[in-house]
């Protein structure tokens, strides 16, 4: 018989999750030992079951981990992960229950990475989009395809049958979004899809959601084994959790189990992706409620004030010292003088740069490029929070592929001369294997340098869409203008080369990863003496095509062929779809590096500092989803009144509510300062009337002196 259940409420930093840890760590201590001379403590504990522990995501599961194993240790078994995290490894676990109820080919499932699912899903539907049965006006290709996957994870997280889909569109969706055809084409594609991933065996978040809340959780052998494993469930922060996370909370409540919750009435980021705050609020009514009374930072003193500011264009008033403004004409003009503001407020030894944060509506690619240039100039770092660039972009993964191109047949039409010699330059650099200690001491990290690059290209690569080659360095008239290193370095990459299609030939490589692992091993690992960034992308690198080459595996069998896959590998990274970051990886923050992030990175990984800088703050995006919202994603909200399309009020009334818990929850991170960064246009030349404008017209002008 448990405790009874525990709602703990409060705002941004108030101390919900310091509580939840404080009862956890009182129910563990409170478990009776085992008598002296009968049963070892470490036998006790392995049958003792577990906690279940939940985290909103990936990185705050890291952190509660970190505090969980500073007070409780292995004391007491826990197991800490994230709601889609555990109804993915539910599915998996309890594969034989899926196969059972849908009469699927028994084989272990293989989860599918986002950008594969959206390849696969892109050839299943190709007849599809050709003949405009699934297509939107104004969407092209691949974001109709993007959304449409995106309509099944909302409708599994949501409790909703794929089946279903296309009356819950027709339903809400205003009529302007598309019409009863397309929705019943989504849907349909949806099912076909779905279908075809279970036939052979594949998982997705949204596939594997449908499945526990559908097929696993109410199955009683399952319920019998839930109730086996864990002891209880101790939620933190529910205002981020999908609406099937009811369902396995009140699973445990009925059954009188511990459960402790945590939420944030101005939480709810994920609102708009798959959570849904309000439905999983409802729970309190079966728990005894504890309210914080405290909210972190400034949010006691600024958070109502601002909130009126912002919404009611009738009130006016003064903010506070802790509120002030940098204001210019041009964006341009707005970068450069927050950069300066920052470096002022460092030297005067007003803030450290590890306490300032700044934020924005979308921290695009010029504000952090200005604003690291700037004050990386004054010898202040900078950390730009959960960037997710394109693998791509990444020169050393370029010159990879390119590799990979000249290793394959089949694969010359993907590579140019520009390529060759980028991958000349790159696959060269610290190379002292070839060269000996001549490489200690010459003073340029390369050993091809781009000008010496260029001239072997032109003259050593031959171009062919089956066959492209790389010439002895002799085939170049004046090869000896090249220098000893040069030479060296090249003749040591077309040797590897020719050694690696020798071996292809006689099947001692079994695939193209193979091929990439020895690249990288031969050319850039260096005795593992690489900057964080170029680790992140290599490791992203074997992971994906990993990944790609087991489903290709599954899929295809023993008629796949390599270059085929190889090309289609290629083209997936090219388009962009594929970012650095691989898992688990810890971020490398420098120290004492000030923060650039956009608001949802920010308020998802639970950050805090002295200073904050909200940049573009009378942008209209500030009260807006963006991408932070999935299409559709309002009419799977358990809120909604079924059978009431979606309007323009309320859209209107969500953007308040998102710009209120916006500004409360910012504000409870910032401890002690805010700076509103306004330019009078933006970056096109259009005009900021955004709804922070009211709060830039209350601040007073920016000093760098703390107050």
């Known amino acids: 018989m448990g405790s009874q259940p525990v709602w703990i409420v409060g705002a941004t930093r108030s101390g919900k999750t310091t509580r939840l840890v404080e009862l956890l760590q009182a129910r563990t201590a409170s478990s009776q030992p085992p008598e002296s001379g009968q049963v070892s403590p470490s036998a006790s504990l392995r049958s003792t079951p577990p906690i279940l522990v939940l985290a909103a995501n990936g990185d705050n599961r890291l952190v509660l981990t970190d505090r969980l194993d500073g007070t409780i240790g292995d004391t007491y078994p826990l197991h800490c992960t994230t709601p889609l995290g555990f109804f993915l490894d539910e599915a998996v676990l309890f594969w034989p229950i899926i196969l059972e109820k849908l009469h699927l080919k028994a084989q272990f499932p293989l989860r599918l990475r986002p950008e594969t699912e959206q390849e696969l899903a892109t050839r299943l539907w190709r007849s599809r989009l050709d003949d405009g049965t699934l297509s939107q006006e104004g969407v092209n290709e691949y974001r109709l395809v993007r959304r449409t996957l995106d309509l099944l994870q909302l409708a599994g997280t949501a409790g909703i049958s794929s089946e279903d889909i296309p009356l819950v569109l027709e339903a809400s969706m205003p009529e302007e979004q598309g019409s009863p055809a397309l929705w019943q084409a989504m849907g349909e594609a949806i099912v076909e899809w779905r279908d075809w991933c279970g036939d052979r065996g594949l998982l997705t978040y949204g596939i594997a959601c449908e499945y526990y809340w559908k097929y696993i959780l109410p199955d009683p052998l399952y319920q019998e084994r839930l109730l086996q494993r864990y002891a209880g469930i101790w939620a933190d922060d529910t205002d981020e959790y999908p609406a099937i996370t009811r369902d396995l909370f009140e699973f445990f409540l009925d059954r009188d189990r511990d459960c402790v919750f945590t939420f944030n009435p101005n939480g709810g980021v994920r609102l708009g992706l798959n959570a849904d705050p309000d439905y999983i609020a409802e729970l309190a009514a079966r728990c005894r409620v504890e309210v914080l009374p405290t909210a972190g930072g400034l949010q006691d003193e600024l958070g109502e004030l601002a909130v009126q500011l912002a919404l009611d264009p009738m ?127 010459f003073p340029i990290p390369y050993a091809i340098d781009p000008v010496r690059a260029g001239l072997i290209a032109d003259r050593c690569y031959v171009p062919h869409p089956d066959n492209p080659q790389l010439l002895p360095v002799t085939e170049f008239a004046r090869w000896d203008r090249l220098g000893y290193r040069a030479t060296a370095a090249y003749e040591g990459i077309v040797r590897w080369l020719t050694d690696i299609q020798v071996q292809l030939a006689s099947s001692s490589i079994s695939s193209p990863v193979s091929v990439l692992e020895r690249a990288i091993d031969r050319f850039l690992w260096r005795g593992g003496n690489l900057a964080f ?44 779809t594929v970012t650095a970051n691989p898992s688990p990886l810890r971020p490398l923050v420098p120290p004492n590096a000030v923060t650039l992030a956009n608001i949802f990175q920010y308020r998802t990984a639970r950050q805090s500092h002295r200073w904050h800088f909200w940049l573009d703050v009378s942008s209209p995006l500030w009260s807006r989803g963006g991408a932070a919202v999935l299409f559709g994603a309002p009419s799977f909200l358990h809120r909604r009144t079924p059978q009431r399309r979606w309007t323009l009020e309320d859209e209107i009334l969500d953007d308040e509510r998102r710009l209120r818990c916006i500004l409360l929850d910012l504000l409870g991170r910032s401890q002690e300062r805010v700076i509103l960064c306004h330019s009078d246009v933006d970056g096109s030349g259009g005009d900021r009337l955004g709804s922070l404008l009211a709060l830039v017209n209350a601040s007073v002008g920016f000093s760098p002196v703390g107050v």
């Open 315 to 441: 009130f006016f008033a003064q903010l506070p010292p802790s509120v002030d403004s940098i204001q210019t004409t041009a964006r341009s003009q707005l970068l450069r003088q927050t950069a300066e503001a920052i470096v002022s407020a460092v030297q005067s030894g007003s803030v450290e740069p590890g306490e300032i944060a700044v934020i924005a509506p979308g921290m695009d690619a010029i504000a952090r490029y200005t604003l690291s240039e700037i004050l990386d100039r004054h010898g202040i770092a900078t950390y730009s929070l959960n960037l997710q660039e394109p693998l791509i972009g990444s020169p050393p993964i370029r010159a990879l592929l390119t590799l990979l191109a000249l290793v394959y047949p089949g694969l010359g039409q993907l590579i140019d001369r520009d390529a060759v010699a980028e991958m000349l330059v790159l696959l060269s650099a610290g190379d002292t294997q070839e060269t000996g200690s001549l490489a200690l001491t």
């Open 533 to 576: 960034d170029r680790l992140a992308d290599l490791r992203e690198l074997l992971e994906t095509a990993q990944h790609y080459w087991e489903v290709a595996d599954r899929i295809e069998g023993s008629q796949k062929d390599d270059t085929t896959t190889l090309r289609q590998f290629i083209e997936l990274l090219r388009r962009g």
